[in-house]
């Protein structure tokens, strides 16, 4: 399934939000707030936000977590590939929608003795045959670069070591959408740059990625779209060179961007990658 807006023809989307609302139990406020949204296949989504605007409440609803085991006031409705969530077989989403934690942590089992035991306990546990695990662990250490880990413990890796882990193994179920949550904000700048790199891989795969991340530079060198929250509702959603074009209230820029924001050049040049700084200032001071 694909999607080509401003194309010859529009897909339906393979996840849609429609007038969706969320309150955590014991909250006096929503988490979420009439939001409508549809994301569509081969393309990256970046969410970003303050801390507390609802993004992980969001990714949770996407995924199917909220309402499903979350309790709460839930409003409004979700659908994947145009059926309704509740109509949804719970084992198929999990399948189709992969998600990969802030924290490592929060992921590895803590039941298995290997990387290679780890990637394969969730296939086992969907039970799979054994040939066709094995392939799947052999293409998903490929995938995250962790063949030469392959019979170290989970606990003996570094942070960005065992997030990569936990990147295989969401990967290893082959989900159609893969869900980050903060990939990299627990982990140093050298581990930042190895998960960086899994991201841009599976981007030019045609992976359809959804993305929670403040690192600006990140989000306008991979993303297709952007959606900015705020208080729970999405108050922007475009483009990167549209979104960073704007003046929003808590949102990160990328370095090239506040580099032409601080020569005061037209917010419309605003370049948001370094391939694009590099032609503007060709343009205009060569």
């Known amino acids: 399934m694909s999607c080509m807006r401003g194309g010859d023809f529009?897909?339906?989307?393979?996840?849609?939000?429609?007038?969706?609302?969320?309150?955590?139990?014991?909250?006096?406020?929503?988490a979420i707030a009439h939001v409508d949204l549809?994301?569509?296949?081969?393309?990256?989504?970046a969410i970003t936000g303050l801390n507390g605007s609802g993004k992980s409440t969001l990714a949770s609803i996407l995924r199917g977590f909220i309402p499903t085991f979350a309790?709460?006031?839930?409003?409004?409705?979700?659908?994947?590939?145009?059926?309704?969530?509740?109509?949804?077989?719970?084992?198929e989403l999990s399948l189709?929608?992969?998600?990969?934690?802030?924290?490592?942590?929060n992921q590895i089992s803590a039941v298995t003795e290997t990387v290679i035991e780890e990637i394969a306990f969730?296939?086992?546990?969907?039970?799979?045959?054994?040939?066709?695990?094995?392939?799947?662990?052999?293409?998903?250490?490929?995938?995250?670069?962790?063949?030469?880990?392959?019979?170290?413990?989970?606990?003996?890796?570094?942070?960005?070591?065992q997030q990569r882990l936990a990147i295989a193994s969401a990967l290893a179920l082959h989900p159609r959408i893969l869900i980050f949550d903060e990939p990299t904000s627990q982990i140093d700048p050298l581990g930042r740059?190895?998960?960086y790199q899994i991201i841009h891989t599976l981007k030019k795969e045609g992976q359809t990625i959804v993305c929670i991340d403040h690192d600006a530079d990140l989000m306008a060198q991979f993303s297709d779209e952007i959606i900015v929250l705020q208080a729970g509702q999405i108050i922007a959603q475009g483009a990167p060179k549209d979104i960073y074009s704007q003046e929003i209230e808590g949102l990160a820029y990328p370095t090239m961007t506040q580099l032409a924001q601080a020569l005061h050049l037209e917010k419309n040049t605003y370049p948001v990658t370094f391939e694009q700084a590099v032609q503007l200032f060709r343009k205009e001071y060569l």
């Not at 529009?10 to 969706?20: A, D, F, G, R, Y």
């Not at 994301?39 to 989504?45: A, R, T, V």
């Not at 189709?96 to 942590?105: N, S, T």
């Not at 392939?135 to 063949?147: H, Q």
């Open 10 to 30: 529009l897909m339906k989307p393979c996840i849609q939000l429609k007038n969706v609302s969320y309150q955590y139990p014991f909250s006096q406020q929503y």
């Open 71 to 91: 309790k709460g006031c839930f409003e409004g409705e979700v659908f994947y590939d145009g059926i309704p969530a509740n109509e949804k077989d719970i084992h």
């Open 122 to 161: 969730a296939l086992e546990n969907f039970g799979l045959d054994p040939t066709e695990i094995d392939a799947r662990i052999d293409e998903a250490l490929t995938k995250t670069n962790l063949r030469d880990l392959a019979f170290h413990h989970p606990y003996d890796l570094s942070g960005g070591q």
């Open 193 to 195: 740059q190895e998960v």
């Open 96 to 105: 189709e929608i992969g998600y990969v934690f802030q924290d490592p942590f």
């Open 38 to 45: 549809s994301l569509y296949e081969h393309q990256f989504y």
